[in-house]
Structures are given as C-alpha cells and as structure tokens.
C-alpha cells in the first residue's frame, strides 16, 4: 500500500491505491484534503506499520507510518532532513521547470471561475460576505460584531483552503466546509492569519510606540496608532516628527510588507511554529529569491487592483447619486465590490500556494 502525507502536519499513512482522489480528514491535526495518487511504495513489513484503508483514515482510526529517516526526501518538500535545498543537488532544468509551471498554473489562476466548481464556490464565497456584512450592519454594535467575526473567521479559513489546494498542484477551489469544527475549521485559521500579520509588522510597529514615545506623545495613543498598521493605516508614519524615524519605521515597515506573504504560507502549510524559524524562512527566501519576488509582486499587484476598483466603483456610485441615477445601480456596486475583492484573494492566496508548490525543492526546511 502506498504511503500518503497530510499537506498540513506531515503525518503519514497507509491507504489503498483506490482510494486516490477521495477526501480524507488526517487523525493528528483535523486538516481535510485529497488523497494523491501513490507516489512511494509502503515500509518494508519489519517496521511494524499497521495497514489501513480509506474508510479508517477518513475516520481517524489509520495507524501513523515511521518518520523518513535522515537522507530521506520528505513527501511534502522532496528534501532530504539536513540536507541544504537549493544547493548542488537542484539542478538548473529543475528550477527552469519551476518558473515554467508556476506562471502557467499562475495563469490558469486568472481564469479559475471559467470552471463550473470554481464558479460555484467563487459565487458562494461573494454571497456569504455580502450577506455577512449586511447584517452585521443592520444588527447593531453587540451581535454585529460577532457577525462580522464569524464572517472574517470563516473567510480567513476559505483563504488558508485556497493556500493549501495551490500548495498541493491543484486548481479546484476548496470545498466550504468550515462549520464542522469551531476550533480548528474557524477560530485557527484566524489567529494563524493575525498571527502571520503580526509577526510581519511587529518590529515596524515597536519601533513606531518607541520613536513616538520618546517625541512625547501618549503611549496609549501611539500603541492604537500602531495596531492600525494591520490595517493598512500606513499613512501614520508620517505623523513621526522626524525625517529619520519615518525613515526607519518606514524601512521595517517594508521588510515586513515583503515577507508576509511567506509568513501565510509558513503558518498555512506548516503551523504556528514555523514563524520562530526566521533562519529558515530568510534561507528559504535567499534560495527562491526571484521566484519569491514574482510571489510578492502578484500578491500586491492584485491588492493594488482592488483598491483602484473599488475608488473606481464607489467614484461610480457617487457620480450617480449626484445625477440622480437608480436605485438598482447602486444596490449592485456593493456586490461588485465584493466580487473584486474574492478574486483578488483567490489569485494572491493561489500565487503564494503555488510558490510553495513549483520550487519546494529550495525551501530550507521539510515542513512537519
């Protein structure tokens, strides 16, 4: 029987050949995903492995197999553990073969509601915000709230799914099925997002309290100032009194902005521990740095053109309404608001998964 890997934890198991292409949720950390195809054969019988099929995997029941040992390629990564991905061992052909797929997959990503199950979930995604917002906002201060934290908590799970399928060389959005689980299918998803959020910013905005601190400012008001940088209030650096200090919140601020989108993939594919690896993650950027920079690049070229479409939309809706134009026209603008915004994260979510996907072989670390 072939061995499988959950794309997540990197447990590894047991299942039969027919069972490629089903859905199975791993026993150790919960994470649902798609059984590949055999790509390794099983360990020899003397390791003690207990088989397993599909239905005990799916139920949590399979037998965990052996970790690889030392000079053994990771199913996830194909690195060796202590060996130095990226090194003599890649080939020049290999990385080319990166590039080549990653903006082919890169492109089919620009058209991925062209596909019937894309489209579909692409359509439920866009509802569910439009109708979470809304009545978030007709729902008053309290149980708005909590609205709006279900809605943003399911909507960061959606975004990690999109990370993972891309991760895994697929093009099929991921299956909307946040609700089984409130911890690890809702509450997760969004302390890993602010967590990667915050570990990105944290130096701009230490050095943002500090600076602003020693100009005499309050401090209560300068740490609120600070926390508005995790929500693009980027604008409050030039409130620093100081060429020098806006200089050097600005720089952090910079360097954090670059590498967040490693630190989502970091905490998408393998956990909350990976953030402390910052030896790892500056190895691994080192190694894939061209390719990591077209990453960073799609990411924020594709929040750039929300932002332009939504002035364009709302710039719309205002012209309407001082010409006196109908009631449908403006009803509908919030909703092309919201289209934007989905396809906009599913193309920054799927440029970062598929980063993980064509140039794994360069990463510093086997994830697990």
């Not at 997760?188 to 050095?207: G, K, N, R, W």
Request: charged residues 10%; glycine residues 12%.
């Amino acid at each position: 029987m072939p061995v499988i890997t959950c794309p997540k934890c990197q447990a590894q198991y047991k299942v039969a050949e027919s069972a490629a292409g089903r859905r199975a949720k791993c026993k150790k950390c919960g994470q649902s995903f798609t059984i590949p195809a055999p790509e390794q054969p099983a360990p020899p019988p003397e390791t003690g492995v207990g088989q397993s099929d599909f239905e005990a995997l799916a139920a949590g029941e399979a037998q965990a197999a052996p970790e690889p040992a030392i000079g053994t390629p990771n199913a996830a990564s194909g690195v060796a553990p202590g060996a130095a991905p990226g090194g003599a061992g890649v080939r020049d052909g290999v990385a080319a073969a990166g590039y080549a797929g990653y903006f082919s997959a890169l492109g089919r990503t620009l058209t991925f509601p062209a596909q019937p199950h894309n489209l579909v979930t692409y359509l439920f995604v866009c509802l569910f915000l439009a109708i979470g917002t809304g009545a978030s906002f007709v729902l008053g201060m309290c149980l708005g709230w909590v609205i709006a934290l279900i809605v943003a908590a399911w909507y960061m799970a959606f975004q990690f799914g999109v990370v993972l399928e891309a991760a895994d060389g697929k093009d099929e959005l991921p299956d909307l099925n946040y609700f089984s689980g409130l911890f690890t299918e809702l509450l997760m998803p969004f302390l890993q997002m602010a967590a990667a959020s915050i570990v990105s910013l944290l130096p701009a905005m230490i050095a943002f309290i500090v600076v602003s601190v020693q100009q005499g400012r309050d401090a209560l008001d300068v740490t609120g100032e600070a926390f508005g940088l995790l929500t693009g209030r980027y604008d409050v650096v030039l409130e620093l009194g100081s060429p020098e200090s806006q200089i050097l919140v600005g720089a952090l601020l910079v360097v954090g902005v670059f590498l967040w989108p490693m630190f989502i993939l970091v905490v998408a594919v393998g956990g909350l521990p990976g953030l402390v690896r910052l030896d790892l993650i500056g190895a691994t950027i080192l190694r894939s740095l061209p390719a990591y920079c077209i990453v960073v690049g799609v990411v924020y070229a594709s929040q750039g053109l929300e932002y332009v479409s939504v002035l364009a939309l709302a710039g719309l809706g205002l012209r309407s309404i001082v010409t006196g134009g109908r009631m449908p026209l403006l009803l509908l603008l919030p909703v092309a608001i919201v289209l934007v915004r989905v396809y906009v994260s599913v193309v920054a979510m799927r440029a970062i998964g598929l980063y993980y996907h064509h140039f794994k072989q360069r990463f510093a670390w086997s994830w697990g």
